[in-house]
Nanobody, 116 residues
Framework: QVQVVESGGGLVQAGGSLRLSCVVS??????????MGWYRQAPGKQRELVAS???????NYVDSVKGRFTISRDNAKNTMYLQMNSLKPEDTAVYYC????????WGQGTQVTVSS
């Protein structure tokens, strides 16, 4: 069974950086065929797609993070990353990783808090 585990969240001041990691517990021969991404959900708001990366490496970002966040993957480590720079208080949310092939598997989420 595929499992997804996020890490790297925390408290940071505005303008700071964090790097989120997402490890997928499957064979390294299978990880490369999964599309992956990050969603976030702030209190009282709907969950929104932040960034995604296909199995071919094509990336997509929500407008509000373009130029500040970078999504990447290391297929040899079954890991996906979200490098977040120039963080703003409005980036505060629980960040969820997903892995998708025929169905989507979600992680438990990691809290990111940006103080002003």
């Amino acid at each position: 069974q595929v499992q997804v585990v996020e890490s790297g969240g925390g408290l940071v001041q505005a303008g700071g950086s964090l790097r989120l990691s997402c490890v997928v517990s499957i064979s390294i021969f299978s990880f490369g065929i999964y599309d992956m991404g990050w969603y976030r959900q702030a209190p009282g708001k709907q969950r929104e797609l932040v960034a995604s990366i296909t199995n071919g490496g094509r990336t997509n970002y929500v407008d509000s993070v373009k130029g500040r966040f970078t999504i990447s993957r290391d297929n040899a480590k079954n890991t996906m990353y979200l490098q977040m720079n120039s963080l703003k208080p409005e980036d505060t949310a629980v960040y969820y990783c997903y892995a998708e092939r025929s169905s989507r598997v979600w992680g438990q989420g990691t809290q990111v808090t940006v103080s002003s």
